[in-house]
């Protein structure tokens, strides 16, 4: 029997997986307004914001379900500040250290772009020198574009950094996760950005870079199974089907047949594609915190 | 500065008293199981089931017998944590909870302790787990408390057998290799020291006398530290990143027919 058999779970489940999802689509949404307020059309602009004004509140609730989650949450600085000398506290060999900061830094970024992003037109214009074109708002998106990279990958590296089955057997589990953050924060912009026709423009291009991403997701997981090696057999089970139909045939196939099948952005069948992604990305991180829980 | 000590568990004395247990939850103000309403497991003698946060010492009973009963033996083993000399719970833990002592052991402060519970996943052992009264990731502190007080640890302490047996690691060694040599002579080839040798993480500072294979005494034949995925999965991680943002910057990039 592999050696990761003989350790103990735990016990991260529920409000867990609610931060690997939520924070999957904060750094997601951050990552995708950042990458279209530097690279889009200024028709686009109205994109960029949406996903700005998406990311600080759900890195937010990620902290307040972090905190929920702790056996005694009044310590959570503990993570940060060294409780008997009040120095930082910070380990580069630890993702957990290097995340509770990582998610204080991407927070930081958040807010200053959702402050960007709350300048409209001619409202709170003061506001406007905290996103792209302008200088500091350039930076801010590139820094927390980076710091969005981090905060949905590192979650994976840090199951990784353990000794329990699955999660320790395989190295790929953060590019899954943030593959997978990818998909469902494009999802989430669809679904909500559908319901204005002048987004689509913008939607026509996160379609497309939808399709990609699927079939990058598509490819991880083969590989996540793959890199698992014989150890895969445990997902001989109830947790292999969910992941099989759930993941990869609700979450990943299915939307791409539908966006074969609806070429606007705005039909009813690719705002059903965007549930079935964000749907199987919430699944994958069921299946894989909880297969792993449950050995 | 002390010399590192430890634990050396010579597992053929070992005759499930369970003494240790007692002594370990007597002295350590341990709560009972469900408020002492204990159920029996049904496996053997062995109704404590696992170390955990309550737990820190478990006599396990491992029963071989043939099909007629025949011929059989048990095996006895009183488990503990290693007090490894490269702790996975050490590395993981994002608080400093988890130190090294000036014993070369390893310690959870629990005034310190968030319950994040990176720890309970670390442990390539699964002795960890969180203790409900304290809200803390808990385990033997190989009685920290009573070493500075120039005291033996309670367990080794009860020990009738001296199946536990505590001191300088540098002497416990010696004392170990001594009695695998009078095992060998005696007949039985089979014993072996487990996680006295540096290759298993850097040597555990509890280190067993087993006469059947690590999984049958429910102990992992290869354990590792976490930090071994560190560097492989943050690698995959940049290159997950590298190949979406760059998917990202195409799709916008590369729209031609848009506007059509």
Known sequence: MPSTFFTEAPHWRWLIILYFFIGGIAG??????????LTGRPADRPLARLGYLI??????????????DLGRPERFWHMLLQSATWRPMFKTYSPMSLGAWGLLVFGGFAFLSFLGALADGERRRGFAVLRPPALLG????????LAAF???????????????????????????????SASTSIALLVLLGSRRVFFISGLRALQRFDVIVLVLELLTLIALVVSLGSLARVWLSAWGALLLFGVVGLGIVLPLVLHRRAPSPLAPAARLAAVLVLVGGFLLRVVIVLSSEAI | MPEPMGFYTDTTVCIGCKACEVACKEWNQLPATNGGRNTLSGDSYDNTRRLDGIHWRHVKFIEQFSADRRDGRWLMMSDVCKHCVRAGCLEVCPTGAII???????????????GCRDCIAGCPFG????NPVSGTAQKCTLCYDRMRAGMEPACSKACPTDSINFGPIRELKQQAQQRVDQLHARGERDAYLYGADERMLGGL?????????PE?????????????????GSLWSVLGAVVVGLAGLVSFRMRGNDDA
């Open chain 1, 55 to 68: 990311a600080l509140p759900a890195v937010v609730v990620c902290g307040i379900v972090l905190i929920a």
């Open chain 2, 205 to 213: 500072n509890s280190f067993y006398l087993l006469v059947d294979t």
């Open chain 1, 150 to 180: 981090f905060l949905v990958s590192y979650t994976g590296v840090l199951l990784a950094v353990t000794n329990r089955p699955i999660w320790s057997d395989t190295t790929l589990l953060g590019a899954v996760f943030l593959v997978s």
């Open chain 2, 216 to 232: 049958t005494y429910g102990l992992p034949p290869d354990p590792k530290l976490p930090s071994r995925n560190l560097k492989p």
């Open chain 2, 127 to 130: 002795v960890i787990d969180m």
């Open chain 1, 138 to 145: 350039t930076s801010v998106s590139i820094l927390g574009g």
């Open chain 1, 28 to 37: 997601g949404c951050y990552f995708l307004a950042a990458l279209i307020d």
């Open chain 2, 100 to 114: 090294r002592t000036e014993f070369d052991t390893v310690v959870i402060q629990s005034d310190v302790c968030n």
